[in-house]
C-alpha cells in the first residue's frame, strides 16, 4: 500500500519515518520530494583502465553547491535528507517529472530497504546534447513510501547502512564473494 500524505504526515511527526531536515512544501499527495545535497563523486578515469565487479573503483569527491554535468555524463550525489525506516516500511526513489523533461536521469537502484538508515546516494545521468547545472537544495527527486504486509525478519544492514555524502559502488563487497571463497573446492576421483 502506498502512503498518502496524512500517513506521511502522521509517521513523520510519530517517528516512525525519520527524514531530516524536512520543509513542510516538500510533501506531495503521495511522496516527498528529496533535495539534491552537495557531495558528489565522479569516476576518476586516470587511476583504471577497466571498471570491474572484483576491484575497487577510484572516484573524485567534490562538495560545492553547484555543478555541471556534461553531455552524457554519469556522477553520483547526495540527497540533503537523511532518512531511517522502520522495519515495515520500504521507499521507492523516482525522478521528478520536471527534471527528467530536462534529460536528466535520476535513479539509486530504485528502492530503499526497509530498516535503511542513512543519506541516499543518487545516480545522476544527463542524456542531452547539453551540459546541465544542478545546485544543492533543490528538489530533485521523490520518495514513495510503501507499507509492507508486515514488518521483514531480516531489515536492512547492508555496506551501505548509516552513509553519509554520495558513497560509490561497494559492489566488490558483496556477500556472496565471502561465501564462494569461503567454499572448498570438491575434487572427485577420476576412474
Not at 108 to 117: K, R, S
Amino acid at each position: 500500500m502506498i502512503l498518502s500524505d496524512a500517513t506521511i504526515r502522521k509517521y513523520l511527526a510519530d517517528g516512525t519515518i525519520v527524514l531530516e531536515p524536512l520543509e513542510p512544501h516538500q510533501i506531495q499527495p503521495a511522496s516527498v520530494d528529496i533535495r539534491l545535497g552537495n557531495h558528489f563523486l565522479t569516476l576518476d578515469e586516470h587511476h583504471m583502465e577497466i571498471i570491474t565487479m572484483d576491484d575497487p573503483i577510484h572516484y573524485r569527491e567534490l562538495e560545492k553547491n553547484d555543478i555541471v554535468i556534461p553531455p552524457k555524463s554519469f556522477i553520483l550525489a547526495t540527497t540533503m535528507e537523511y532518512i531511517k525506516l522502520p522495519s515495515h516500511i520500504t521507499a521507492f526513489v523516482e525522478g521528478r517529472s520536471s527534471i527528467g523533461r530536462m534529460g536528466l536521469f535520476i535513479q539509486n537502484a530504485g528502492w530503499v530497504d526497509p530498516g535503511f538508515e542513512g543519506e541516499i546516494t543518487l545516480e545522476i545521468f544527463n542524456a542531452n546534447s547539453l551540459p546541465i547545472r544542478l545546485s544543492a537544495g533543490r528538489r530533485i527527486c521523490q520518495l514513495v513510501f510503501a507499507q509492507m504486509d508486515q514488518a521483514t525478519l531480516n531489515p536492512y544492514q547492508g555496506k551501505y547502512q548509516g552513509q553519509r555524502k554520495a558513497r560509490g559502488s561497494e559492489v566488490r563487497r558483496d556477500s556472496e564473494l565471502n561465501a564462494r571463497q569461503a567454499v572448498t573446492k570438491v575434487v572427485l576421483p577420476t576412474e
